[in-house]
């Protein structure tokens, strides 16, 4: 079965430093990835996503992943962090396109200092 | 565009009742997901709709059921209620072809509290 692990449950970093979030999945079949951000009362919004072809993905506000099939991670940077990106963040997959099951990742909630 | 409407945003049960909670889709947008947010389970696939016929279904009691209606429009119920189903209920809408990707687009949610 599919599954999706998200290391660290809260992250705090400088304001400017490096963001690193950490995905790990479990999958038989190739699988579809993605991030979402969350802020506070607010639902999900997609900051980028994998499907097929170039490996390394750029999204919405700076953000970008790699996906690497040898480590099955889909880690998300960004080299500069910014007040406005404290939020939680959620990694997806889903292994069957159209049927939208998607498998969240428990979160990561991103705290960023002054 | 307007986004995903959910009604109501808020709402306070206590246990034994039930509750319906409505999202409307974006436009043009025929599947219709839903999904319970809790702080220790994270987000939890309920089941989802398309053109009024249920294509999947998470792991949850049939306390919970779902249906969509022919504008696309879905209604989630929740019966029998226990304080565990406290949560955010998240829908989320999407495009649905040969060529989606399997993109959601999230509703603000409907937070239940039950007392």
């Known amino acids: 079965a599919q599954s999706v692990t998200q290391l660290g449950s809260h992250v705090s970093v400088s304001e400017g430093a490096l963001v690193l979030l950490r995905c790990n999945y479990s999958?038989?079949?190739?699988?579809?990835l993605f991030w979402y951000v969350q802020y506070p009362n607010q639902g999900l919004q997609l900051l980028l996503k994998y499907t097929t072809g170039a490996t390394l993905v750029k999204g919405i506000n700076g953000f970008e992943a790699e996906f690497k099939k040898s480590e099955t991670s889909f880690h998300l940077t960004k080299p500069s962090a910014h007040m406005s990106d404290a939020a939680e963040y959620f990694c997806a997959v889903i292994t069957l396109p159209g049927t939208y099951k998607y498998i969240f990742g428990t979160g990561t909630r991103l705290k960023v200092l002054a | 565009k307007a986004g995903v409407t959910q009604t109501p945003r808020y709402l306070i049960k206590t246990r034994g009742q039930q509750v319906t909670l409505s999202c409307s889709p974006i436009s043009g947008h025929r599947s219709v997901s839903w999904y319970q947010q809790t702080p220790g389970q994270g987000l939890q696939f309920l089941f989802e709709y398309f053109s009024e016929t249920q294509r999947n279904k998470g792991n949850f009691p049939g306390r919970f059921s779902g249906r969509q209606f022919s504008n696309s429009r879905s209604e989630m119920n929740v019966s029998t209620l226990e304080l565990g189903d406290s949560a955010l209920y998240l829908c989320?809408?999407?495009?649905?072809?040969?060529?989606?990707?399997?993109?959601?687009?999230f509703g603000e949610g409907s937070r239940l509290t039950v007392l």
């Open positions: 999958s038989s079949v190739p699988p579809y």
């Open positions: 989320a809408s999407s495009l649905s072809s040969g060529t989606n990707t399997g993109e959601l687009f």
